[in-house]
C-alpha cells in the first residue's frame, strides 16, 4: 500500500482531532469518570501533527508546497473554532507550530513570579491557613503557606540576579547573561546589557524625538486639535512630508507638522470603514484596511484644506451623532476624498500593516477568530502569496526590521510571540510567555547589525528583551506597574519609547486597590556610589525596612511585582510614556519618579 501524500494526511489528522474533541466532552457527561481520560494535550495533539506535515513538505520543497499549506490552515482554523466552544477547557492552547524544542523559548521565571500580593490577598481573604482549612478542608492550610514560602525562595533577590555592567539600570532585572559582541558594536552591547537612562511622560501628543538626543531628556511637544468626530484609534507619520494622519471610524485627517504657530488641517479622507493605516511609495499613497476592502488614496492628486486649513472638502456633514459636543468648533465638517480607487478581498478582512507584511485575520460566522496570517499582493488585487501557520489566538501585533526583510515578528492573545522567515510558513522561533495569556505587542529591531526582540504584556507589567541568536530571554524592564499597550524604537537615537496604562486608575482619574508601599532603603533611591559586590550590605537594607510602610507612597495590592523585584522601586500612578535611552555612556541614576497615587484618592 502506497504512503499517504501530504493532503490525505492533514484530512487524517483533522479527522483525529475531531474524534478525540468528540471524546473529550462526552467523558464529562457520563456518569461515571472514565479510568484512562483524554487530556487537553492529547486532544491539540494533532494539530502539531499537520504543522509537522506543512514541515517535511517545506524540507523536500513538495511541489504541491501551496496547496499543502492552504490545505493545513483550514484544518487548523477549523479546528481551533471548535475549541473556542469549549472556552472552559481550552482557554490556553500550547504551543503546536515549533518544529523543536529549541525553537521554543522561555522566560526562567515565568513560573517564578512572586504574583505581587496575590497569592498573599488570597491567603490574607480567608483568614490564614485556618480559615482555608475550614473551607478547602484539612492541610489547606498548610499547602498554601507551602507554596507561598516556596515561590519567595525561588525568585531570586534582585542582589542575586546578574548584573553585568557598572552602568546596567536597576530598573532592569536579568534572567541570563553571555556577551555575544564584542566591543565593535558598542551600542548593541549597551541594550544587552541594559545600559539606559529611563524617564516618563504622562501624555501622548506628537513629539520631535530629535529635540531630545540625551539621557534624561523628554522630546518638545505639538498638541493637535483633532477635527474627527469620534474617537481616533489609527494614524501613521509620514515623515517625508512632515504628516501625520489620524483616523476614526470612518474619517482620515492629514495635519503638517513642524510649522511656527501650530499644526494644521491638510486632508480630509472618506473610508469605507475603520482598520489600520499604511503609507506606500514615498507617502505617495495612503491605504486603509477594513472589513473586506482596502482603500486607497493617491495622497498627491487630493484637494486640501488650503493654506490656512480652513477650506472645506466635499460636502457638509451633520455632526449631531458626535460623541463629542456639537458646538466644538474643532470638528471637521467636511465629508473628505473618497478614495482613488479600492481593492476588493475574497474574504472579510482587518488587515494589521507593518511595511513589508500584512498579517489578514478573518471574521468567522460573526465571532473574531484572528489567527491567520497572509502575504499579499496589492498590486494584484489582494492575491494571497504566503500563508504563516501557528497562531491560536487573535494577532495583536505584527512588526519587521529595516535590516531583516525576510523576517517578521508577531505578538498573539494566545500567550505566544513568533519569528517568522517569510520563505516559511512556520515559525522559526516562538517565545512562550506562560502565565501571561495576552502578549500585547512587540518590536523586532536590529541595533548595530544584532537582531534584539522586546515584548510587552496586560499581564506582566514589565516589558521583556530577548536574543534571537542565543535563544534566550536576557532580561526585564519595569514600567511601574504599568500594562504595556505599544512600544516604538527610535534607531538614531537608541531610544525605546513604551506608552503604558495604569490598571489601578478609572477614566475619571480615581484610584482603586492601592495599598501603602513597603519600601526597603536600598530600593528608594540609587545609592550615589554603587559597590555591585557588597551583597551584604543590600540584605541587611532589606531586612531592616522590611516591615516598615511608607505613608507617602503607594502600590498597587494586585501589583505582578513586589517593591523589592526590582533594584529601584517606583509606581506610576497614571498612564505614562516611557523612553528608555540606551547607550555606552547611559547614567543609570536617571530613573523614573513615583507617580501621585494614593489609597482611595484621585489624581486630581
Known amino acids: 500500500m502506497s504512503a499517504k501524500?501530504?493532503?490525505?494526511?492533514?484530512?487524517?489528522?483533522?479527522?483525529?482531532?475531531?474524534?478525540?474533541?468528540?471524546?473529550?466532552?462526552?467523558?464529562?457527561?457520563?456518569?461515571?469518570?472514565?479510568?484512562?481520560?483524554?487530556?487537553?494535550?492529547?486532544?491539540?495533539?494533532?494539530?502539531?501533527?499537520?504543522?509537522?506535515?506543512?514541515?517535511?513538505?517545506?524540507?523536500?520543497?513538495?511541489?504541491?508546497?501551496?496547496?499543502?499549506?492552504?490545505?493545513?490552515?483550514?484544518?487548523?482554523?477549523?479546528?481551533?473554532?471548535?475549541?473556542?466552544?469549549?472556552?472552559?477547557?481550552?482557554?490556553?492552547?500550547?504551543?503546536?507550530?515549533?518544529?523543536?524544542?529549541?525553537?521554543?523559548i522561555k522566560d526562567p521565571e515565568q513560573k517564578q513570579f512572586e504574583g505581587g500580593n496575590i497569592i498573599e490577598s488570597f491567603f490574607k481573604y480567608f483568614g490564614g491557613a485556618t480559615g482555608l482549612e475550614s473551607v478547602f478542608g484539612q492541610g489547606a492550610g498548610a499547602r498554601a503557606q507551602q507554596y507561598m514560602t516556596s515561590q519567595r525562595a525561588e525568585s531570586q533577590k534582585f542582589a542575586d540576579t546578574a548584573r553585568p555592567h557598572a552602568l546596567t539600570s536597576r530598573i532592569s532585572r536579568f534572567r541570563t547573561w553571555t556577551l555575544m559582541v564584542d566591543n565593535s558594536t558598542p551600542t548593541a552591547q549597551a541594550v544587552l546589557q541594559a545600559r539606559f537612562s529611563a524617564d516618563r511622560d504622562p501624555a501622548l501628543y506628537l513629539y520631535n524625538l530629535a529635540s531630545a538626543p540625551g539621557y534624561g531628556d523628554l522630546p518638545r511637544e505639538?498638541?493637535?486639535?483633532?477635527?474627527?468626530?469620534?474617537?481616533?484609534?489609527?494614524?501613521?507619520?509620514?515623515?517625508?512630508?512632515k504628516l501625520v494622519y489620524v483616523a476614526d471610524d470612518d474619517r482620515i485627517k492629514s495635519y503638517g507638522y513642524g510649522q511656527e504657530n501650530s499644526t494644521i488641517p491638510v486632508h480630509t479622507l472618506r473610508s469605507s470603514g475603520k482598520g489600520p493605516l499604511h503609507l506606500l511609495d514615498g507617502g505617495s499613497k495612503l491605504i486603509r484596511a477594513a472589513k473586506g476592502i482596502i482603500d486607497v488614496w493617491d495622497i498627491d492628486s487630493l484637494p486640501t484644506h488650503g493654506t490656512n486649513g480652513n477650506k472645506r472638502i466635499g460636502k457638509m456633514i451633520d455632526i449631531e451623532d458626535s460623541w463629542r459636543d456639537n458646538e466644538n468648533e474643532d470638528i471637521e465638517?467636511?465629508?473628505?476624498?473618497?478614495?482613488?480607487?479600492?481593492?476588493?478581498?475574497?474574504?472579510?478582512?482587518?488587515?494589521?500593516?507593518?511595511?513589508?507584511?500584512?498579517?489578514?485575520?478573518?471574521?468567522?460566522?460573526?465571532?473574531?477568530?484572528?489567527?491567520?496570517?497572509?502575504?499579499?499582493?496589492?498590486?494584484?488585487?489582494?492575491?494571497?502569496?504566503?500563508?504563516?501557520?501557528?497562531?491560536?489566538?487573535?494577532?495583536?501585533?505584527?512588526?519587521?526590521?529595516?535590516?531583516?526583510?525576510?523576517s517578521f515578528f508577531t505578538t498573539s492573545r494566545d500567550g505566544f510571540a513568533r519569528l517568522y522567515d517569510v520563505r516559511q510558513p512556520l515559525p522559526v522561533l516562538t517565545i512562550d510567555h506562560g502565565n501571561e495569556p495576552i502578549t500585547s505587542n512587540g518590536l523586532y529591531i536590529h541595533v548595530e547589525g544584532i537582531p534584539i526582540l522586546f515584548t510587552g504584556c496586560n499581564a506582566n507589567q514589565a516589558i521583556k528583551v530577548w536574543d534571537p541568536r542565543a535563544r534566550t530571554m536576557l532580561y526585564e524592564i519595569a514600567t511601574g506597574n504599568n500594562s504595556v499597550s505599544s512600544m516604538a524604537w527610535d534607531a538614531p537615537r537608541s531610544t525605546l519609547f513604551a506608552a503604558t496604562g495604569c490598571d489601578y486608575m478609572d477614566r475619571m482619574g480615581n484610584y482603586h486597590d492601592y495599598r501603602y508601599a513597603k519600601v526597603p532603603g536600598a530600593y528608594k533611591e540609587p545609592p550615589e556610589e554603587e559597590d555591585h559586590n557588597d551583597e551584604d550590605e543590600d540584605e541587611d537594607d532589606e531586612d531592616e525596612y522590611e516591615d516598615d510602610y511608607d505613608e507617602d507612597r503607594c502600590w498597587p495590592?494586585?501589583?505582578?511585582?513586589?517593591?523589592?523585584?526590582?533594584?529601584?522601586?517606583?509606581?506610576?500612578?497614571?498612564?505614562?510614556?516611557?523612553?528608555?535611552?540606551?547607550?555606552?555612556?547611559?547614567?543609570?541614576?536617571?530613573?523614573?519618579?513615583?507617580?501621585?497615587?494614593?489609597?482611595?484618592?484621585?489624581?486630581?
Not at 495533539?45 to 493545513?72: F, G
Request: proline share 4%.
Open 333 to 406: 465638517r467636511s465629508s473628505g476624498s473618497s478614495p482613488t480607487s479600492t481593492l476588493q478581498l475574497t474574504n472579510e478582512t482587518n488587515i494589521h500593516s507593518d511595511g513589508k507584511m500584512l498579517a489578514v485575520p478573518t471574521d468567522s460566522f460573526g465571532v473574531d477568530y484572528s489567527q491567520r496570517v497572509w502575504s499579499i499582493d496589492l498590486n494584484a488585487g489582494g492575491l494571497i502569496n504566503s500563508r504563516y501557520l501557528g497562531h491560536s489566538g487573535l494577532i495583536t501585533g505584527l512588526t519587521t526590521s529595516s535590516e531583516d526583510p525576510n
Open 557 to 604: 495590592k494586585n501589583a505582578v511585582h513586589k517593591e523589592t523585584h526590582w533594584g529601584y522601586a517606583f509606581d506610576s500612578g497614571d498612564h505614562r510614556l516611557f523612553k528608555y535611552k540606551f547607550g555606552v555612556d547611559s547614567d543609570p541614576k536617571i530613573l523614573p519618579a513615583w507617580g501621585d497615587a494614593t489609597v482611595g484618592g484621585s489624581m486630581w
Open 5 to 104: 501524500s501530504p493532503q490525505e494526511q492533514i484530512k487524517s489528522y483533522h479527522e483525529e482531532f475531531d474524534g478525540l474533541l468528540d471524546a473529550f466532552t462526552s467523558q464529562y457527561k457520563a456518569d461515571d469518570e472514565p479510568e484512562d481520560p483524554i487530556k487537553e494535550a492529547a486532544v491539540i495533539r494533532p494539530l502539531a501533527d499537520i504543522c509537522a506535515v506543512v514541515q517535511k513538505a517545506v524540507t523536500e520543497n513538495h511541489e504541491d508546497l501551496t496547496a499543502i499549506v492552504a490545505q493545513a490552515e483550514e484544518a487548523v482554523q477549523a479546528a481551533l473554532e471548535s475549541l473556542s466552544s469549549e472556552s472552559e477547557s481550552f482557554d490556553f492552547i500550547e504551543s503546536f507550530s515549533h518544529p523543536d524544542e529549541q525553537s521554543l
Open 222 to 241: 505639538e498638541s493637535v486639535k483633532v477635527g474627527l468626530s469620534h474617537i481616533a484609534y489609527d494614524g501613521v507619520l509620514d515623515i517625508s512630508r
